[in-house]
């Protein structure tokens, strides 16, 4: 079974806008991570945000944590072309890590 | 630096075939893993090595066996493929299991007809 479930499911935004993928959980984590696969390509890690940290930036990305709603977030901040690409996020507890299916992000130019 | 290499990239199997799924990285990286992607079920792990020497059961490793054959190796064999086993399958290593970032290969997509 899953752990993570992103929403939304998929999403389309204009080249410059923001975008935002949520991400929500059902038990303990040690850590969460974000990954980006672009079609037929594997996964590629984004940020690794643990259970006692509430924020992480890294370039364009802001992924936020709130452990107490098992819930988290990912922000692209001006959006790209070359943003076009799957996201999914990925909860750790223990040696078990779980993916969930993923938002289908398209930024059109 | 080519990081974590599978082959083949791509494999038609009729039902009851076997076959087996390479897998190799050049990071020193000490846990390895393989998962198989579904349309819309995300990522599913198979089996995975936390260190050279072990290996243990994922989420789902019905009809699959692996083997860590050194630090850099780790394969994936199917022994008698069935239709439902017709996915992509990645494979990845990590610096430590559970709290480092996962790093993939590019992915050998499977079909058993």
């Known amino acids: 079974s899953q752990q993570g479930e992103e929403d939304p499911q998929a999403l389309s935004i204009q080249e410059g806008e923001n975008a935002t993928m949520n991400c929500s959980y059902k038990?303990?984590?040690?850590?969460l991570q974000w990954y980006r696969q672009n079609s037929g390509r594997g996964l590629v890690h984004l940020i690794l945000?643990?259970?006692?940290?509430r924020e992480k930036h890294s370039g364009r990305l802001r992924v936020t944590l709130d452990t107490s709603k098992k819930s988290s977030s990912l922000l692209i901040t001006a959006s790209r072309a070359a943003d076009t690409a799957s996201y999914f996020c990925?909860?750790?507890?223990?040696?078990?890590?779980?993916f969930g299916a993923g938002t289908r992000l398209t930024v059109k130019p | 630096n080519a990081g974590v290499t599978q082959t083949p990239k791509f494999q038609v199997l009729k039902t009851g075939q076997s076959m087996t799924l390479q897998c190799a990285q050049d990071?020193?990286?000490?846990?390895m893993y393989w998962y198989r992607q579904d349309p819309g079920m995300g990522l599913r792990l198979i089996y995975y090595?936390?260190?050279?020497?072990?290996?243990d059961k994922g989420e789902v490793p019905n009809g699959y066996n692996v083997s860590r054959l050194n630090k850099r190796e780790f394969s994936l064999r199917l022994e008698s493929a069935a239709p439902s086993q017709t996915s992509v399958y990645f494979c990845?290593?990590?610096?430590?299991?559970?709290?480092?970032?996962?790093?993939f290969g590019n992915g050998t997509r499977l079909t058993v007809t």
């Open positions: 990845a290593s990590s610096d430590q299991i559970s709290n480092s970032p996962l790093h």
């Open positions: 038990t303990s984590i040690n850590n």
């Open positions: 945000i643990r259970s006692n940290e």
């Open positions: 990925a909860t750790v507890f223990n040696n078990d890590m779980r």
């Open positions: 990071m020193n990286h000490n846990s």
């Open positions: 090595s936390a260190s050279e020497g072990t290996t």
